[in-house]
């Protein structure tokens, strides 16, 4: 990584911190949900009313759960052959 221009010292071992995020990196997750989200509903899923990261899908006899949670996903089920 290069220093930027202007920073006033000629030390090359000296690195550069961020002191906020970079916009779009904030972004990512969001988008990442979204795009899950709207594969999810294409399978027939429905997000709950008290939880948007939880996805239910009903069969006549057996329920699948998805719970997301930043970057972890939990899935599991009413019977052990749903899944």
Do not use: A, E
């Given at each position: 990584m290069m220093q930027p221009p202007g920073l006033g010292t000629d030390a090359p071992n000296l690195?550069?911190?961020?002191?906020k995020v970079i916009y779009k990196l904030k972004q990512v997750l969001r988008l990442w949900f979204q795009k899950l989200n709207?594969?999810?509903?294409?399978?027939?899923?429905?997000?709950?009313?008290?939880?948007?990261?939880?996805?239910?899908?009903?069969?006549?006899n057996i329920v699948l759960?998805?719970?997301i949670y930043v970057d972890n996903i939990i899935i599991t089920r009413s019977s052990s052959l749903a899944i």
């Open positions: 690195i550069c911190q961020l002191h709207t594969t999810l509903i294409s399978f027939d899923f429905s997000s709950t009313k008290s939880d948007s990261s939880l996805f239910v899908k009903f069969y006549t759960f998805i719970l």
